[in-house]
């Protein structure tokens, strides 16, 4: 059986280190931007997925604590109970 080695990047919340989405699929790309793209557009939709702070940082929408809440909302996206959603400024 042939192998061979495989290098990606994973994406981990620099909040509380996690690398899992909220569908347990852990997010990964051939290259550092590839991997943020995938993990804050969710494939496209800016207004699911995590949050690349203006400092930053990947913050993960799997927790709902009060930092992870003030990140999402800094970036202008709101988490509630049934969604999370995006404000644009205008």
């Known amino acids: 059986m ?3 080695p495989v290098a990606c990047f994973v994406a981990v919340c620099d909040l509380c280190g996690t ?3 909220n569908q347990g699929y852990t997010p ?3 290259t ?3 991997v943020i793209d995938i993990v804050t557009e969710k494939w496209g ?3 699911c997925g995590w949050t690349h ?3 930053g940082r990947l913050v993960c929408n799997t927790e709902d604590d009060e930092a992870h809440t003030t990140a999402h909302e800094e970036a202008g996206k709101t ?3 049934c969604a999370m959603t995006v404000t644009f400024p205008r």
Request: hydrophobic fraction near 25%.
């Open 2 to 4: 042939a192998t061979r």
């Open 19 to 21: 690398s899992e989405t």
């Open 28 to 30: 990964h790309g051939a």
């Open 32 to 34: 550092e931007q590839a």
């Open 45 to 47: 939709d800016p207004t």
């Open 53 to 55: 702070t203006w400092d």
């Open 79 to 81: 988490i509630s109970s």
